[in-house]
T-cell receptor, first 114, second 118 residues
Framework: ETGVTQTPRHLVMGMTNKKSLKCEQH?????MYWYKQSAKKPLELMFV???????ENNSVPSRFSPECPNSSHLFLHLHTLQPEDSALYLC?????????????FGPGTRLTVT | AQKVTQAQTEISVVEKEDVTLDCVYE???????LFWYKQPPSGELVFLIR??????QNEISGRYSWNFQKSTSSFNFTITASQVVDSAVYFC???????????????FGQGTILTVHP
């Protein structure tokens, strides 16, 4: 079974739509992350959750709203997005936060905002 | 501030050639971790290796080897006898314990696109 799954894999939405990205980890980890990967830019960390508590928010616009109902699930709620928000959104998990623990990534959701 | 530089944007080799992917990092922290990830066309980043700043031993895993040199702030990755399945984007990343948080800061390089031709 794949450790970290993400749905949907592809999403096209208009700027006025509201949608949600879902991430689920089957590794028993306590930390989960959202990253944004844009063309020709390094991966950008968006949010970090540790034991369902948000511990980091890297100046992400409010049109992105994360939710972590339990340690296995992470959502990214999207509303009134802009075309520049089109990117690959990657979810990751790790046993704990902290430098020692490597992160395991899902396959990503390819988001296109029209 | 942390920074990771992967100067090679794209590398193209023929199968069975050896290839080295360069990674240079910057940090003022004395404790940090370095990572390499592989991103195949399917999208997910696959963890390859983690190194901490106190362990400069080079590591070999099958056809993969890593050369960590603190003196030059480099953490290079070599694939020996490359194969078509090695074609992917490879990311080097640096993680420090910064700001008093337990999480720390993970910084990725721009990535190197490796294409191995048959």
């Amino acid at each position: 079974e794949t450790g970290v799954t993400q749905t949907p894999r592809h999403l096209v939405m208009g700027m006025t739509n509201k949608k949600s990205l879902k991430c689920e980890q089957h590794l028993g980890h306590n930390a989960m992350y959202w990253y944004k990967q844009s063309a020709k830019k390094p991966l950008e960390l968006m949010f970090v959750y540790s034991l369902e508590e948000r511990v980091e928010n890297n100046s992400v616009p409010s049109r992105f709203s994360p939710e972590c109902p339990n340690s296995s699930h992470l959502f990214l709620h999207l509303h009134t997005l802009q075309p520049e928000d089109s990117a690959l959104y990657l979810c990751a998990s790790s046993q704990r936060t902290g430098g020692l623990y490597e992160q395991y990534f899902g396959p990503g959701t390819r988001l296109t905002v029209t | 501030a942390q920074k990771v530089t992967q100067a090679q944007t794209e590398i193209s080799v023929v199968e069975k050639e050896d290839v080295t992917l360069d990674c240079v990092y910057e940090t003022r922290d004395t404790t940090y971790y370095l990572f390499w990830y592989k991103q195949p066309p399917s999208g997910e980043l696959v963890f390859l290796i983690r190194r901490n700043s106190f362990d400069e031993q080079n590591e070999i895993s099958g056809r993969y080897s890593w050369n960590f040199q603190k003196s030059t702030s480099s953490f290079n990755f070599t694939i020996t006898a490359s194969q078509v399945v090695d074609s992917a984007v490879y990311f080097c990343a640096l993680r420090t314990i910064a700001g008093g948080t337990s999480y720390g800061k993970l910084t990725f390089g721009q990535g190197t696109i490796l294409t191995v031709h048959p």
